[in-house]
């Protein structure tokens, strides 16, 4: 019988100037100067003419899953100095403004739209904040891009982007322990008010490792720091985490954490550390990116 208890603790030339084609290293900033104020300036950009050949391989920075689209791409980082950023927040982020100085609305979607030629399948990347965000290790920074379906008009040499970034942040954690999980099927792991069950245990598809896992949750893990695995003497079990999936249909979400432990046991004590003083933190950004001064 298991038991827990809890402890504290973007092929076509692009008919723009010259600077366009340019990586923007600098811009304008935002935000306060506290050690827990969130600032926001861009890092990078990127424009991507439409496909005319169905030939994906010769379209410009077609090299990641990212850039699978046209259009108008600005790298964001957000930073924190007193750091504790752990996630950026979708859903409490918001893009009001994303336009260059000619007036074009580079979130509307293009009058010509090479995609609809092939049902949509280049559409790859929605408008708006990008689905992989990535924040350092010492949690004072995140990277998200920023992406709109259209492209600055002829002779343009600025763009406005205006919005509102969401971080959840922390600092503490706190830590609870279950020892004697059985890792098979079905055993159920619980610490405070989050329930995880093990499903798809057995040997890996990929990776050298014997053992792999998934936790599955019914609800978002925001305040989930990280899980490791013991074995009785206490000894920690190598393990990386090697997926996540959140899946989420008719009202009703699946959220699937994916583990490849270096050892095969049959029962191990799980750690579950959750973020003790998790917050949202929101900043309004206003930046206004002179492409011609890079």
């Not at 859903?91 to 074009?104: C, R, V, W």
């Not at 432990?261 to 206004?288: H, I, M, N, R, Y």
Request: charged share 25%; aromatic share 8%.
């Amino acid at each position: 019988m298991a038991s827990y208890e809890r402890m504290s603790t973007m092929r076509t030339m692009v008919r723009l100037p010259l600077p366009w084609a340019a990586f923007a290293l600098a811009c304008s900033v935002l935000a306060g100067e506290a050690a827990d104020d969130l600032k926001v300036q861009a890092t990078g950009l990127r424009l991507v003419a439409p496909a005319v050949s169905a030939d994906e391989s010769v379209r410009a920075f077609n090299w990641s899953t990212a850039d699978w689209s046209s259009g108008t791409t600005v790298a964001l980082l957000v930073s924190r100095p007193g750091g504790g950023l752990v996630q950026f927040d979708a859903n409490g982020s918001s893009l009001a403004k994303f336009a260059d100085d000619k007036g074009t609305d580079l979130l509307a979607k293009p009058a010509s739209d090479p995609a609809a030629a092939d049902g949509g399948k280049r559409k790859l990347v929605p408008a708006g904040f990008s689905l992989f965000p990535r924040v350092s290790q010492d949690g004072k920074f995140c990277a998200v891009e920023l992406r709109g379906p259209a492209l600055p008009a002829r002779g343009a040499s600025r763009l406005r982007l205006e919005g509102v970034i969401a971080m959840l942040c922390a600092s503490r954690k706190a830590e609870f322990v279950q020892k004697d999980v059985a890792l098979r099927n079905s055993s159920r792991i619980t610490a405070a008010n989050v329930e995880l069950s093990i499903c798809e245990a057995g040997k890996p598809e990929t990776g050298v490792e014997p053992l792999g896992l998934t936790l599955r949750s019914y609800k978002e893990l925001h305040e989930v720091a990280e899980i490791r695995f013991y074995k009785p003497d206490g000894t920690e079990i190598k393990s990386r985490r090697t997926g996540t999936s959140t899946l989420g249909v008719l009202g009703a979400l699946t959220v699937d954490w994916s583990f490849s432990l270096a050892e095969k046991v049959d029962a191990a004590t799980v750690k579950v550390f959750l973020w003790a003083d998790l917050q949202k933190k929101q900043v309004p950004f206003a930046l206004d990116i002179d492409v011609g001064s890079f």
